[in-house]
C-alpha cells in the first residue's frame, strides 16, 4: 500500500506567499507555495507547533490519515515539511523550538494543499448587521442539514475525540458542501496526556451538538425517528474498522516514531507500565468497533444542557 503521507525537504518550499487569517493554533501559520512530490507547485498552508506541543504535530498527521481512510472530504495532500530556522531569519521560530531543533537549525511543519474553503467563522462573527449575521447562520445550517457526509462527520469526530471542531475547520466549498481540516486539537486537545486517553469521555464541543441536532432534523417526528438515526449511524460506523486496517501500518509506525520509548504508570493491574503509543493505538482500534455506546452519545449531543460529567 502506497504511503499517504509526504515528508517534504526544505528545498521543496518555494515562497511565502501570506499570513494566515484563521487558524493559528501553535506558532503561527502561513500560505506558502510549495513543491510535493509528483513535481508539482501548489498553494500550500504550512503551520508550525511550539516544541513543547509535538502531540498536535502527531494528531494533525493522525488526523489526515484517519480522515483520508474514511474519503471524507480534506486537502488533497499532506505530510511533513523541514523549515529551516534561525535566531536572525526566523526569530519567532527559533524562540519556540527546543535547543535540539536549534543545533539542527531546523522544526518540523506540518503542510497540507490550500482547499480554497470559505471560513464561515470569520464571515458571520465579523458581519455587524444583526438581520446578516442570522441569515448566514440559516444559510449555513440548510447547506449542513443537505450534506451528505453531515452523519460521518459527527462519526468521525467521535473517534478522533475531536473537541475542536469549529467553522474555521468546518470550510464551506462554492457547491455548499464542506471540508475538513486542521486536526491539531483532536484526541482531546493538542497538548493530550495517556489519562485523556484512558478516559475515553464523550466529546462535548459546541459544533458536536449542533450538527448533530442538525441531523436529527432530517427524522422528523416519526415515532420511530431515534431507531433510524440510530440505525443509520451504525450501519456507517463499520466503515471505521474498515477506514483504520486501510492505513494501520502508516499509523501505527507514526505513532511509534512520535512517541519513542514514552511509557506510563497505569497502575492497572498484570500490566501497569505501558507505552504510550500502545495505549493511543488501542484507544483508536477500540474507538473505531465501538457501537454499544452510540445512543448514549446521541442522547448526550441532543441534550443541549449536557455538560462533561
Known amino acids: 500500500m502506497s504511503q499517504i503521507l509526504q515528508y517534504l525537504p526544505f528545498s521543496y518550499y518555494r515562497k511565502f506567499l501570506r499570513s494566515a487569517i484563521d487558524g493559528c493554533m501553535g506558532v503561527g501559520t502561513h500560505v506558502a507555495e510549495v513543491l510535493w512530490e509528483d513535481g508539482i507547485c501548489r498553494e500550500s498552508f504550512v503551520k508550525f507547533y511550539k516544541h513543547d506541543k509535538k502531540r498536535a504535530l ?5 488526523g489526515f490519515l484517519l480522515i483520508r481512510s474514511l474519503n471524507l472530504p480534506q486537502p488533497e495532500l499532506g505530510g511533513f515539511l523541514q523549515y529551516k530556522i534561525s535566531e536572525t531569519e526566523t526569530p519567532e521560530l527559533w524562540k519556540e523550538a527546543s535547543e535540539l531543533e536549534k543545533y539542527r537549525g531546523e522544526v518540523i511543519a506540518w503542510v497540507t494543499t490550500n482547499t480554497n474553503g470559505l471560513n464561515k467563522r ?7 448587521d444583526p438581520q446578516i449575521k442570522e ?17 460521518e462527520l459527527i462519526l468521525c ?5 475531536n473537541d475542536d471542531r469549529n467553522l474555521g475547520n468546518l470550510l464551506e466549498l462554492p457547491n455548499r ?12 486537545g493538542d497538548n493530550w496526556t495517556v489519562w485523556d486517553i484512558m478516559q475515553s469521555r464523550i466529546i462535548n464541543g459546541p459544533c458536536q451538538k449542533w450538527y448533530t441536532q442538525i441531523y436529527r432534523s432530517k427524522f422528523g417526528e416519526d415515532l420511530f425517528w431515534k431507531q433510524e438515526l440510530l440505525n ?6 463499520q466503515k471505521h474498522i474498515i477506514g483504520l486496517n486501510q492505513v494501520k501500518e ?4 507514526l505513532i511509534d516514531e512520535f512517541t519513542d520509548s514514552e511509557e506510563v504508570d497505569t497502575k492497572l493491574p498484570r500490566q501497569p507500565i505501558q507505552k504510550v503509543s500502545k495505549v493511543l493505538q488501542d484507544f483508536l482500534e477500540e474507538s473505531a468497533i465501538q457501537v454499544s455506546s452510540l445512543e448514549q452519545k446521541c442522547d448526550h449531543w441532543l441534550d443541549t444542557s449536557a455538560q462533561y460529567a
Open 58 to 62: 502527531l494528531n494533525e498527521a493522525i
Open 122 to 128: 470569520i464571515e458571520i462573527t465579523q458581519q455587524q
Open 135 to 151: 441569515y448566514l447562520a440559516n444559510q449555513l445550517r440548510e447547506s449542513l442539514k443537505k450534506w451528505c457526509h453531515l452523519p
Open 157 to 161: 469526530d467521535d473517534w478522533l475525540a
Open 177 to 188: 458542501t464542506f471540508t475538513l481540516i486542521d486536526h491539531g486539537g483532536i484526541l482531546y
Open 232 to 237: 443509520e449511524l451504525t450501519e456507517l460506523k
Open 250 to 253: 502508516e499509523l501505527f509506525s
